[in-house]
């Protein structure tokens, strides 16, 4: 806004500016965090400092300081400066920004386009970029939040360096929260003061996200009383805050993966607090009840058989009922899964049997082939088969593998709740295949 501005419009623009956005560091001296990248010595002060920019790709979770990044970087090298977001930009938009770029090239200047969630430009869009990069007609620097191995092309990826931005420390967070009540001239004209505890809940509730952290605190803010934040307003202003989460992007795959992994080392707490998290991001509660079936045989199987049986019925009850009633069908069946005993001899049994199918195309023993014909019997197919259920025991020692890999075992069952019974058993019926593994 012009400084002509009668004064008026420009405290309603600072009004209606987001805390956030007000308390944004122009300097790296006034940034907080990601101490490896903005270090003394490290790439991007280097980078700042030498007043040379060159093409990057942010790659980091939200409120980490990537916008915030690109800006300094932008200022610090005299740069001109393009936002676009590839949400709501096209081809048309960034052409733009490259013919500014060539311009300004021709006059020595470099020209900045900072291109949010480059992950949501398809390859062709990425691709518009290419020439321009090279050229060194504009100076790329691409945020997402998605990992840039799956989500930006090869050509981009290797003309950029791909710099990782962690999650913000509860330190950092603290710093960036001090420093907005303690200088953002709207909180102080407000008289803002904290109750005992918020500050603390406050860093808890941002985890790792200080724009986030910084919106519940300013919605709290206008809920407060003239201006004292409670913990009343500070519940009331996160209450309906979704959590971050991308259906199709790291958080998801990390996400499942925790909870996979949970149930695995057997802690339903840990289980049910991923669970949690998925829930409350939207994820689809289907998907969650799928995983478990394929956990209850993977890492349960036989040690408990009853399991595979109860996520069955976990899944099927989910798609029938929905949500949030589902809520409480899949906390059981994670329980239960969670709590109950584990063995993955069924998954490595198949695995073995696969590469023994794979390593030869071994002829099937003449005595258990079918011979549903006159002729095939009298060629020797099912001569001297022994019918289990005429000997003692339902059993008879017999050969039913192929002779090349007679002996082998792929099934080597556990010590683990029913499989031990299951174990005892095989190792009695055939106490030379099995003994040699007990």
């Excluded at 280097?46 to 920019?53: D, I, L, Y």
């Excluded at 949010?116 to 620097?141: C, P, T, Y």
């Excluded at 802690?267 to 079936?293: H, Q, S, W």
Aim: aromatic share 8%.
């Amino acid at each position: 806004m012009s400084d002509k501005t009668p004064s008026l419009f420009r405290g309603r623009e600072e009004q209606i500016t987001p805390l956030a956005e007000r308390c944004r560091p122009s300097s790296l001296e006034e940034y907080v965090g990601q101490e490896h990248l903005t270090g003394k010595g490290r790439i991007i002060h280097a980078a700042v400092n030498g007043g040379r920019a060159f093409s990057m790709i942010l790659w980091g979770d939200p409120g980490t300081g990537k916008t915030t990044l690109a800006k300094i970087i932008a200022e610090g090298c005299g740069m001109e400066y393009h936002y676009l977001s590839a949400v709501s930009s096209g081809v048309a938009d960034v052409c733009k920004v490259i013919a500014s770029g060539e311009k300004n090239r021709s006059m020595g200047r470099q020209t900045l386009l900072f291109l949010d969630e480059i992950h949501r430009f398809n390859k062709a869009q990425q691709d518009a970029v290419l020439g321009a990069v090279e050229s060194g007609d504009i100076v790329l620097i691409g945020a997402t939040t998605e990992n840039p191995s799956f989500s930006v092309i090869s050509p981009l990826l290797s003309r950029a360096r791909v710099l990782k931005l962690n999650r913000l420390s509860d330190e950092n967070l603290a710093a960036i929260l001090d420093k907005a009540v303690s200088s953002d001239r709207l909180l102080k004209d407000g008289n803002i003061r904290l109750d005992a505890g918020v500050r603390e809940n406050l860093v808890q509730l941002g985890n790792g996200d200080a724009r986030r952290m910084l919106n519940v605190l300013e919605v709290a803010f206008v809920l407060s009383t003239e201006g004292f934040v409670t913990g009343k307003e500070l519940r009331e202003a996160f209450e309906n805050t979704m959590i971050y989460y991308d259906r199709k992007g790291d958080r998801h795959y990390d996400t499942i993966s925790a909870f996979i992994k949970s149930l695995r080392g057997s802690d339903p707490d840990a289980a049910l607090y991923y669970m949690a998290k998925m829930i409350l991001a939207g994820e689809d509660p289907e998907f969650i009840a799928r995983r478990m079936v394929i956990f209850a045989s993977e890492d349960i199987g036989n040690a408990s058989p009853n399991a595979l049986g109860i996520a069955v019925s976990a899944m099927t009850a989910v798609q029938n009922i929905g949500m949030p009633e589902s809520e409480l069908i899949l906390a059981q069946c994670a329980i239960f899964l969670a709590s109950s005993p584990k063995s993955n001899a069924s998954y490595t049994a198949i695995s073995a049997a696969k590469n023994a199918a794979l390593s030869g195309d071994y002829e099937i023993p003449m005595h258990i082939r079918n011979a549903p014909t006159g002729l095939m019997k009298k060629m020797g197919y099912g001569k001297d088969y022994m019918y289990p259920h005429d000997y003692e025991g339902n059993f008879i020692a017999e050969t039913y593998l192929p002779e090349e890999i007679k002996g082998s075992v792929f099934y080597n069952p556990t010590e683990n709740g029913s499989e031990k019974a299951i174990r005892e058993r095989l190792i009695k019926l055939w106490p030379g295949r099995y003994r040699q593994h007990d």
